[in-house]
Structures are given as structure tokens and as C-alpha cells.
């Protein structure tokens, strides 16, 4: 069993928080955290870089001087490669990085990520967080005082939050996702996991719902 500490938002203690790992996977498989985020890296790639060719500079296709008795080296026009101005040899053209893993690793990956932060001890459970307007002075408060002010920090929260983003959008170092958008290269980009209780439960849930529908399928 997992047990871990719940704050408020001054940082007081106000109960545990325990279940079992299994809930989110049965272990940790660093190949497939390392094939994922890859995966995640490649489809951010934008891969729009283009040069032209000699057939795409500008310049005459005419030879640039007589082949013989000049004494000089033959040469052909100014769009040759070896001359300045020239087009490239091997022009670069737009390439699409981006590629998917089946979605059931993508998702075991997630939960592993996510089982990997309660593991090593850079999670923390809040026991709820909400804010009436966007306030950015009251969410470094929060992370002050429960000491996270100096690492990256992923907070995690059950549902999209308006409020909540907005308060953490200026913070440097935070990222702000609800639970339905976890994946793996978030939870390990970021140092530090700051999920609320309602979110945990959320995500096992979502765990016990996959595989229900995989025992039924």
C-alpha cells in the first residue's frame, strides 16, 4: 500500500491518503516510459525546414563559359552547388516526424508515470483546490507552503478549471492539466506532482474503467 500525506492550502496536514499500487499498474517498465516520451518528442517536431535545389535558385541554365580553350575548369551554370548563390546538393524538404504507438502502451505508460512520482516521493496530495477568481499571488502561495516553489511542478486537478489555469499560467516551472489529459511526458518532464484527492480518485477510476472494458472485450 501506498500511503501519503494530504495538505491543505497553508500546508497543514488534515489526513492520509492510501491505496493500493495495482490501482495504476502492476510495475514500472522504463522501456516503455522511454519509447513513449520519444514518441511524444517526435510528434512535436515541426520538421518544416526547406532548401532549394539547383532547379529552384534563381540564375540562367546557360553555360557560363565556352568547355575548351579558356584554360580554365569546365564549368555549367550558376545555379551549380559548388558556386555561391547555387542551389544545395541534397536539399532538405518538409519530413513528418511524428508517428503512434498502439494506444494501450500509450495509456500503461501513463499509468506507470503517474505510479513512478507516488514511488519515488515527488508527489503531493492537496485536498482540494479551487479559486473564486484567477489569482495568481494566492496559487505561489500555495506552492510556497507546501514547499514546491523551486521545482517544476505538474499540477494535476479532476476537471478543467478556468480559474485555476489562469492562476497558474504565469508561474514559471508550473503546468496546470485535469486528469483526463495526463500522459506520460508530462508527469516525467516535470520534477514534482501536484494532484488533489478528487484527481487521484479520478485516475484510478479511469484505470479500473480500461480494464473492465479489456476483460469484456
Known sequence: MISLPIFNSTGAEVGTYEFDPADLASGINKQLLHDVVVMYQANRRVGTVRTKARGEVSGTTQKMYRQKGTGRARAGSVRSPVR??????????????????????VQLATKMALLSKFEDGEAVVMEDLSFEQPKTREMASILKALNLQDDSVLLVIGSHDAAVWKSARNIEGLAVLPVADLNAYDLLHQRRLLITQSAIDLARGLVAETVAETVAG
Open 84 to 105: 555561391r548563390g547555387g542551389g544545395h546538393t541534397f536539399a532538405k524538404r518538409p519530413i513528418d516526424y511524428s508517428y503512434r504507438l498502439p494506444r494501450k502502451a
